[in-house]
C-alpha cells in the first residue's frame, strides 16, 4: 500500500502561484511513477502532469501549456507541482496519484493509489 498526502492548496489570485507537495510512504518512492489529476467543477477528473521514477521523463496535459512544473525528489518522498499563472479555470481539487509501474502516464486507470486531494481556488 501506498498513503500519499497532499498539501499546498489554497486561494490565490488570477496570474498568482502555488506549489503544491504530495508525500508517499509505504513504498520505496523511486520506483512509483507520480502523476497530479485534478477535478474541476462540473468536470470529469483530469489529467495534468507525470512524471517517471528517474524524474527523466515528464508529461503534460495541453492545458498547462508550460504554466505548471512536475518534480520529483526521491530522498524526501514527494513530488511537487509548481503552479504559475494561474486562472480561474485551475479552481479545482488537485489530486497525486502513484504508479507503481514506474512510468508516470497520462491515464488515470494506471494510478493505483490516490491522495485524498487538496483544494486550489483561483479567483478572478
Known amino acids: 500500500q501506498v498513503q500519499l498526502v497532499e498539501s499546498g492548496g489554497g486561494l490565490v489570485q488570477t496570474g498568482g502561484s502555488l506549489r503544491l507537495s504530495c508525500a508517499a510512504s509505504?513504498?520505496?518512492?523511486?520506483?512509483?511513477?507520480m502523476g497530479w489529476f485534478r477535478q474541476v467543477p462540473g468536470k470529469e477528473r483530469e489529467f495534468g502532469a507525470a512524471?517517471?521514477?528517474?524524474?527523466?521523463?515528464?508529461i503534460y496535459a495541453p492545458f498547462v501549456k508550460g504554466r505548471f512544473t512536475i518534480s520529483r525528489d526521491n530522498a524526501k518522498n514527494t513530488v511537487y507541482l509548481q503552479m504559475d499563472n494561474l486562472k480561474p479555470e485551475d479552481t479545482g481539487v488537485y489530486y497525486c496519484?502513484?504508479?507503481?509501474w514506474g512510468d508516470g502516464t497520462s491515464a488515470a486507470v494506471d494510478y493505483e493509489y490516490w491522495g485524498q486531494g487538496t483544494q486550489v481556488t483561483v479567483s478572478s
Open positions: 496519484a502513484a504508479d507503481s
Open positions: 509505504g513504498r520505496p518512492f523511486s520506483v512509483l511513477g
Open positions: 512524471i517517471s521514477r528517474s524524474g527523466r521523463k515528464t
